[in-house]
Nanobody
Framework: QVQLVESGGGSVQAGESLRLSCAAS?????MAWFRQAPGKEYEGVAA???????NYADSVAGRFTISTDNAKNTLYLKMNNLKPEDTAMYYC?????????????????RGQGTQVTVSS
């Protein structure tokens, strides 16, 4: 299985931006970002397949952008206009389906996560 290592998390004020990165040890058909806040469900944030097709959760559409650098096997998540409700541990995940699914059952590998904290 591919290994995933996230980076780029931190603490910011509401309205600011962050870019998360996820370095993969190999190529995959499908990659995504998930997040989990204390006491809340694990949820899909954004996904991208090997054709470049993307999918976003309604809560982040228009603010977050998922992208890949295939030459570097790296996944990114640019997060703009961050809100306190975006505070969570963010995880990079990889799967074998060529379709940008947000449901976690389509993914078989996950990184250790990177913390994002947004204060008001």
């Amino acid at each position: 299985q591919v290994q995933l290592v996230e980076s780029g998390g931190g603490s910011v004020q509401a309205g600011e931006s962050l870019r998360l990165s996820c370095a993969a040890s190999g190529s995959t058909l499908l990659m995504a970002w998930f997040r989990q806040a204390p006491g809340k469900e694990y949820e899909g944030v954004a996904a991208i397949d090997s054709d470049g097709t993307t999918n976003y959760a309604d809560s982040v559409a228009g603010r977050f952008t998922i992208s890949t650098d295939n030459a570097k096997n790296t996944l990114y998540l640019k997060m703009n206009n961050l809100k306190p409700e975006d505070t969570a541990m963010y995880y990079c995940a990889a799967g074998g389906l060529r379709a940008p699914m947000l449901a976690p059952e389509w993914y078989n590998t996950r990184g250790q996560g990177t913390q994002v904290t947004v204060s008001s």
